[in-house]
């Protein structure tokens, strides 16, 4: 991938802000500025409660947001219907869960291919779509395997190949390694690692410096508000 | 601010073959639940094409022993003759204490003006005495047991008598009481009679009859049909009024197809409108009221048991697919997050109970064949399976499975994402 290409922003947060209204009202996210460019891999940490999951559905498109401007790929999300958020979620975003989120009685293949089933994908390409993408994560052999059948790791790389089986634009991964030992968080985050290298842009929420210490760039999330690793000194 | 759609973000889409895909691959996740959820649909539609079946190859068996000849017979009975036959106590009376006739002498004009009548007339059996029928005075009595009728030409005409050889009774021998008689064929064998060109006379209480016309089918009275008929002028000259013991005077009456029942109501009066009472009208019964007492209870009850069946059913479904909606709540969070739409999600579990329902139509229709032809076997009945019923049947399935999906579909496209990927 070119250096131009990876210098091209691919999210962009200005002023985003989402308070719940109450009663009492709860500024969850303060306004915030944020750019992320293509290819960077972005660990954002805080305690508990302070405004990561908040953050990333508003970055994924689940939520709207109560102030300021979120550019998704040049796309200002304040004006899209909900059928364009919709799109968006299907093409340019790959979703990872802290649980996962397979269908337990479907196979590897079967759940990867289900990332393929709203956005237009042709259905003869899919099947080979979804082996591409658990050999890319290190799963060529449990293509036909049932989740109940697999570790943690192996789960959430199952995962991981159906958030990126359709080439998005942003990774975004909810404590991914929140069920996992340290040998199956081990794993998974060999996994975003090797990704990174390939180019993909990702953002993890996590509570573990360990994991946060992977990243590229670590954002650190306090009581709403969003402050940049290096602001503070590290 | 241009609110048109980006031609860089196409809608989600998710197509028909992947709706139904998904949806049986969702129900078919615990056949066990789904079978239990058919039930009631099976019942309910296998119910409904049983009663119908039945009631349809019931009533077939009715009118296949409900001919059009017993639907358009009426006859009328003098009844003042047999009431005075009570009266007396016994049939051992005289010739001249038997009661007169009822019918007046021109009945058969009278009956004819009638809508609906084709032929009508007065006819009953001839009291014989010992001496009976036979082709000789004197000789070997040849016709015991044979029994003659006196016919009006319109009871004859009425009977459908089939006149075989010679000529048949006509008006103007009854009016002039012509000692004339006309032979059934299994008579003229009996009586030794063949060739009606000599003028062959039989013997009727020692009366010659001249033959004059042989005959063969009754379709109407069809005893008739081994007997012998004279002039009912003559008969009562010869041989008295009918004797109520044997046979009243009765009138048969030919009607159109469907005029049977009115011409029985107004027979009665049209004959004797000083006295109808004297007279007894016995119609065929209604072939829809005997159609309807056979099906007609049983089967509001078992549409209605049916129909119960079929809330029960939907009732079932609903309940299923909204807990199936409860249960898979995560599943629902993850699709909107892989681009589904809410329209996506309805729809999904619309067709996942639209096919539970027509699945159980279906197997519930094949049961309700299976069950009519079975009871139609055991009763050695012809099976009677309307297609007008049996194929919409599995569609009545279908529809409690879509109405029965509504509000879990509603329910499933309702589910705010956020929470349903936090469960
Ligand atoms: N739907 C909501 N309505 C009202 N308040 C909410 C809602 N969702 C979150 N909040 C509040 O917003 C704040 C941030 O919540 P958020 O879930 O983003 O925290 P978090 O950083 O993800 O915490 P954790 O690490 O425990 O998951 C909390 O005070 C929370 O109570
Ligand atoms: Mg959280």
Not at chain 2, 232 to 253: E, L
């Amino acid at each position: 991938m070119m250096y131009g290409e990876q210098r091209r922003a691919v999210l962009q947060l200005v002023g985003l802000g989402r308070t719940f209204p109450g009663p009492p009202p709860i500024e969850a996210l303060h306004p915030s500025d944020l750019t992320v460019h293509g290819g960077e891999y972005l660990a954002i940490t805080g305690p508990s409660g302070s405004g990561k999951s908040t953050l990333l559905h508003l970055l994924g498109l689940l939520d709207r947001p109560t102030a300021g401007q979120y550019l998704l790929d040049g796309n200002d999300t304040a004006h899209l219907r909900e059928r364009e958020r919709s799109s968006l979620r299907a093409n340019n975003i790959g979703f990872v869960f802290q649980s996962f989120h397979l269908m337990p009685h479907r196979s590897a293949a079967e759940n990867v291919e289900l990332a393929m089933l709203y956005n237009r994908s042709p259905r003869g390409s899919r099947r080979a779509a979804a082996e591409d993408a658990l050999r890319q994560v290190g799963l060529a052999h449990r293509i036909d395997a049932r989740p109940n059948t697999m570790s943690g790791g192996e789960r959430q790389r199952v995962a991981v190949a159906r958030a990126l089986v359709n080439r998005p634009s942003l990774l975004l991964c909810d404590e991914p390694t929140g069920n996992l030992d340290s040998a199956n968080s081990h794993s998974v985050m060999e996994q975003l690692g090797k990704l990174h290298a390939e180019g993909y842009t990702i953002i993890v929420i996590t509570h573990d410096p360990g994991v946060a210490a992977l990243a590229q760039r670590v954002v650190e999330i306090r009581d709403g508000y969003l402050i940049e690793a290096g602001a503070l000194g590290f | 601010m241009s609110r048109r759609q980006s031609p860089r973000l196409p809608s989600t889409r998710l197509g028909i073959r992947d709706a139904f895909r998904e949806a049986l691959v969702g129900g078919l996740q615990r056949p066990g639940r789904a079978i239990l959820t058919m039930l009631g649909t099976i019942l309910g539609v296998g119910a409904f094409v049983a009663v119908l079946g039945l009631t349809s190859t019931a009533s077939g068996q009715v009118s296949k022993q409900f001919t059009v000849l017993q639907a358009t017979t009426v006859s009328v009975v003098d009844r003042a003759a047999a009431d005075s036959l009570n009266q007396a106590g016994s049939a051992d009376n005289g010739t001249l204490s038997r009661p007169p006739i009822s019918f007046p002498p021109d009945a058969d004009e009278r009956i004819q003006r009638l809508n609906g009548v084709e032929a009508a007339g007065v006819w009953w059996t001839v009291p014989l005495g010992d001496a009976g029928i036979r082709s000789s005075r004197t000789g070997y009595p040849d016709g015991e047991g044979l029994k003659v009728y006196a016919a009006t030409p319109g009871a004859i005409a009425a009977m459908e008598v089939t006149v075989t050889a010679g000529v048949g009774l006509d008006t103007f021998m009854e009016k002039s009481g012509q000692r004339a008689v006309i032979l059934s064929n299994a008579a003229a064998t009996r009586l030794g009679v063949r060739n009606l060109q000599m003028q062959p006379a039989v013997f009727l209480n020692d009366l010659p009859y001249t033959v004059i016309g042989l005959y063969s089918d009754v379709r109407r009275n069809s005893e008739v049909s081994l007997g012998a008929l004279i002039p009912t002028a003559s008969a009562v000259r010869d041989f008295g009024n009918p004797d109520p013991g044997q046979m009243p005077a009765t009138m048969v009456i030919s009607t159109r197809v469907g005029a049977a029942q009115l011409v029985a109501s107004q027979a009665p009066l049209a004959l004797r409108p000083d006295h109808p009472d004297t007279l007894v009208a016995v119609a065929p019964p209604d072939p829809h009221s005997l159609r309807d007492s056979v099906s007609g209870d049983l089967t509001g009850l078992f549409v209605a048991l049916a129909a119960v069946s079929l809330t029960i059913g939907a009732v079932g479904i609903a309940n299923t697919t909204l807990v199936s909606v409860l249960e898979r709540v995560g599943e629902i969070g993850l699709r909107r997050s892989l681009g589904a739409r809410p329209r996506h999600i309805a729809a999904q579990f619309l067709i996942e109970s639209l096919v539970t329902g027509t699945i159980g139509g279906l197997v519930g229709t094949s049961l309700g064949v299976i069950v009519v032809i079975a009871v139609a076997a055991s009763r050695h009945w012809t099976a009677i399976i309307d297609p007008a019923i049996t194929l919409p049947a599995p569609v009545l399935g279908s529809l409690v499975g879509l109405l029965a999906g509504l509000y879990p579909a509603l329910r499933a496209a309702n589910i705010n994402p956020i929470a349903a990927l936090r469960s």
